[in-house]
């Protein structure tokens, strides 16, 4: 029996709990490794915004190409949404939350060039970033390659 409450008073010492020094060395460890995670997190979500405005450049221009295929001369943002050549709810802008955008955190605008009478023989859409957004913007024309304004220049993407 008196073994047993040896046993059992060892047993006791070993689960006592941690040390002040081993929570603390936890601790640290941890918050370097957030240290660590949160800005390859904050680069991952905006490569995925960015990503994003591409894509919707690349879907109005297949639009745009798809609709001059068809009629001989390009539209607008508003022709290709009423003649169902993209889907009807999208909307350039923000408005007020709107789930509908065509890219998140991104506004996109669009110019017409090479005008004559009503029709319209060149485009331009940009993806520019919100406010305050640290993003690249994106811009496409007729030739359907998307390029990036960094610094004021125009890149290939």
Do not use: C
């Amino acid at each position: 029996m008196r073994r047993l409450k040896e046993k059992m008073a060892k047993l006791v010492k070993k689960l006592r709990g941690f040390t002040l020094l081993e929570i603390l060395l936890v601790v640290t460890i941890l918050t370097i490794i957030v240290a660590m995670a949160i800005p390859t997190l904050r680069t991952s979500k905006r490569s995925a915004y960015e990503a994003g405005a591409s894509k919707a450049l690349r879907t109005l221009s297949e639009a745009e190409m798809a609709y001059q295929n068809l009629y001989g001369h390009y539209t607008s943002f508003e022709g290709l949404r009423q003649l169902n050549f993209i889907d009807p709810g999208w909307r350039k802008y923000n408005s007020g939350g709107d789930l509908r955008r065509m890219a998140k955190h991104y506004s996109i605008d669009y110019h017409v060039r090479n005008t004559y009478k009503w029709f319209t023989f060149g485009y331009e859409y940009i993806a520019f970033p919100d406010s305050n957004m640290p993003f690249d913007v994106y811009y496409i024309n007729e030739s359907g390659v998307i390029q990036v304004i960094r610094g004021g220049a125009l890149q290939p993407r």
